[in-house]
């Protein structure tokens, strides 16, 4: 067994809640129903999201990921075709997930790292500010892609967004770090609507796409966890046509998001805002449009 390298298998280190879908909990079901293998470590374990009134429980600290890696290193079961990595609340951690991540590609030089780099949204972080520079300098070089949200992007390049060129140049200055591909999950393009953006470098030669789509009136969560996950799955499943990946992996969101909004307006009823459990993501109920997500998106060619 040392020796065989898994085609389709996730070590997913990221938040977890008991209830609701956040974290692992929104990204380990949609690369289950793709086949994916998900091992999943939890840098936190929640009753439930940051947007509810009560969130208590545990915070896994350092040691404990190092107890938890060493275990996996030592049964050999750490062999993994794919490394995801989203919130992390703390630098020990951090500094940890960077260690896990050079013996993991250690076992396998293949190994595809797709790291979220959550530290805030909208001008703000929730994350402490400290963990950015480790970000930049010392864990983003280390990814094969990565998946900002504007303000997380603006953080790690040092440039302001605001319009799609100042976006690509965002973009370009994370690829010198050395990353193939960035995706910059969301950025507001007036008028209701977003634009997710994706490059990539091969040869030497970068390419890429923009795709736009409807913006919902409705504050969910999980979202950004949802997007790297099905992104992992998509460009894995078209590893030459990032368009491709990026219109499925879209769609597939979109499905989601209408289908939450739907159920929870339902919920709340006529006149009343929908409360955060009512919010939840319908992650099972849209299992369909998660497995084969009804293209409802086109993406366009970027020029450079």
């Known amino acids: ?27 380990t079901f949609p690369m289950q129903v793709h086949g994916y293998e998900v091992d999943t470590i939890n840098s ?10 009560v969130f208590q429980g545990q915070v896994l600290n350092a040691n404990e990921l190092r107890s938890l890696s060493d275990g996996l ?60 520079p480790i970000y930049r300098d010392d864990l983003l070089p ?79 969560t999980g979202t950004g966890d949802l997007f790297s996950a099905l992104l992992l799955v998509w460009s894995h499943t078209h590893h030459d046509n990032l368009q491709l990946a990026l219109e499925k992996t879209v769609s597939g969101m979109q499905a989601v998001l209408q289908r939450t909004l739907q159920s929870a307006q339902k919920l709340a009823g006529p006149g009343n805002k929908p409360t955060p459990p009512q919010r939840e993501l319908r992650l099972v109920q849209s299992k369909a449009d998660l497995e084969d997500p009804k293209l409802c998106v086109k993406a366009t060619p970027l020029q450079f």
């Not at 936190?44 to 009134?53: A, D, I, P």
């Not at 750490?78 to 590609?105: A, D, Q």
């Not at 030669?205 to 736009?212: D, W």
């Open 142 to 220: 280390l990814a094969n892609m990565i998946t900002p949200n504007q303000f997380e992007a603006e953080l790690l390049s040092g440039q302001k967004i605001t319009n799609e060129q100042s976006a690509l140049e965002a973009m370009q200055i994370l690829h010198d770090k050395g990353i193939q591909t960035v995706i910059l999950s969301s950025v507001p393009s007036g008028s209701g609507t977003l634009t997710s953006y994706g490059t990539t470098v091969k040869d030497g030669k970068r390419t890429g796409c923009r795709v736009e789509y409807p913006a919902f009136d409705c504050q969910f």
């Open 1 to 27: 067994m040392a020796n065989v390298q898994p085609e389709r298998r996730v070590l997913s280190i990221q938040s977890h809640v008991v209830s609701g879908y956040v974290g692992n909990k929104s990204a």
């Open 73 to 132: 290193k030592a049964n050999d079961i750490n062999h993994y075709s794919h490394l995801l990595t989203g919130y992390v609340g703390s630098k020990s951690f951090l500094r940890e997930v960077i260690e896990v991540v050079k013996e993991l590609r250690e076992k396998n030089p293949d190994i595809i790292y797709v790291c979220d780099p959550v530290m805030g949204d909208n001008g703000k972080f929730y994350v402490p500010e400290e963990l950015m």
């Open 44 to 53: 936190v374990q929640l009753c439930s999201h940051t947007g509810y009134k």
